[in-house]
């Protein structure tokens, strides 16, 4: 699955930091607004230990990991919205995203210049969501405004549209965004097809400094949670300094250093991973003498889906899905051990893929 997560936030967050940290692309990054324009868009790997213990027991040819794309966009000022600062470029990179990661400043440098001239970290982040907000509302609107002769027609899904139009414009008219509307999970459909910006997911990334990181207490760090804790969206706190150094030792050598701090993974691999879930996607694998490898699913995928991500053709061809769980692979050491215990399963196409399942399909050649 081709999916992808915006990193916004004010000028001079550390998005750029961030984004060379995750994947060593060299975006541009100096000390001034809008030095992003273009955003960049970089190929990640997905940490997973479990790939790693799977290689471990298959000895495979090649090992291969699940990826997810993150697009560096530039900063957002105060009338973007209106077009300030290049504004209406930067909102349509963000239209594009799957999910948005949002970098929020929680630290102080008098080296680096704040586009406001102070550090509040809930301020910075509201005015990020309210320009947001009053994009996604002139859309809305004017969505609204194209159904409503067709809805008042009696056209039955021009009316399903207008009416949930109406129900999330009122939400962002009250300067909140459209992810807060009572929406259905039957209605989650139709929302995705009007692009709104703010009815994407959020995760928070609060960037500290390396003292910060060591001593685990900050003042601004917690207003952050607070304020996502409101709005239902996760927050990850990381160094985008300290990460981006880190980013260019090997994975053990990483582990090492992260070790003498008291840690077991980066704020990086945090970061990845809760982006991953934020998109709803779970990983499956599949082993053996070839390739160990990770692939990735939406969450709720049948057995016939998930094999449709190794080949379209896969999906009409699915016969059946041979299941292990990670967890008694891990545990056993051995796919027959496995076997032996009857937890191997078969499954058909009526099956929900599940996160850590180790699978072979069979399919109709």
Not at 88 to 108: G, M, P, Q, T, Y
Not at 154 to 181: D, H, S
Not at 187 to 212: G, H, M, R, S, W
Not at 354 to 360: E, S
Request: proline letters at 4%; aromatic letters at 6%.
């Amino acid at each position: 699955m081709s999916l992808n997560c915006g990193i916004v936030g004010l000028p001079n967050v550390g998005k750029s930091t961030i984004f060379n940290a995750l994947t060593k692309a060299g975006a541009e990054m100096q000390n001034y607004p809008f030095c992003t324009i273009e955003p960049n868009k970089g190929i990640v790997e997905v940490p997973d230990t479990r790939l790693e213990r799977l290689t471990e027991l298959y000895q495979p040819q090649k090992t291969v990991p699940a990826i997810m794309e993150f697009v560096d966009i530039a900063g957002l000022v105060k009338g973007a919205s209106q077009g300030e600062g290049l504004g209406n470029k930067f909102l349509s990179h963000i239209r594009e995203v799957d999910a948005i990661c949002h970098v929020v400043r929680a630290f102080e440098d008098d080296n680096i210049t704040h586009v406001h001239g102070k550090i509040n970290p809930v301020d910075d982040a509201q005015v990020v969501t309210m320009e947001l907000v009053l994009a996604d509302l002139d859309s809305a609107e004017k969505q609204y405004q194209k159904i409503a002769r067709n809805a008042k027609g009696g056209n039955k899904e021009a009316q399903e549209a207008y009416n949930l139009l109406e129900k999330i414009i009122a939400v962002l008219k009250e300067g909140k965004p459209a992810r807060l509307a009572e929406i259905k999970p039957e209605e989650q459909k139709l929302v995705k097809t009007f692009n709104l910006i703010t009815a994407k997911p959020v995760l928070y990334v609060a960037n500290i400094t390396d003292k910060a990181a060591i001593a685990k207490e900050n003042p601004l760090v917690d207003a952050i949670r607070k304020m996502a804790k409101e709005e239902g969206a996760e927050v990850v706190t990381l160094c985008g300094k300290f990460e981006e150094e880190i980013s260019g030792l090997s994975r053990e050598e990483q582990t090492e250093f992260l070790a003498e701090i008291g840690e077991t993974r980066s704020g990086l691999d945090r970061m990845i991973q809760a982006a991953y879930k934020l998109l709803g996607l779970v990983t499956f694998f599949t082993a053996g003498e070839q390739e160990a490898r990770a692939w990735t699913t939406g969450v709720g995928s049948t057995g016939p889906v998930a094999a449709s991500v190794i080949h379209s053709d896969f999906e009409k061809a699915f016969i059946r899905a041979e299941v292990m769980k990670f967890e008694d692979l891990d545990r056993t050491g051995n796919p027959t051990k496995v076997k032996e215990e009857g937890k191997l399963r078969i499954e058909g196409k009526e099956y929900i893929v599940q996160d850590g399942d180790v699978i072979y399909f069979r399919i109709n050649a």
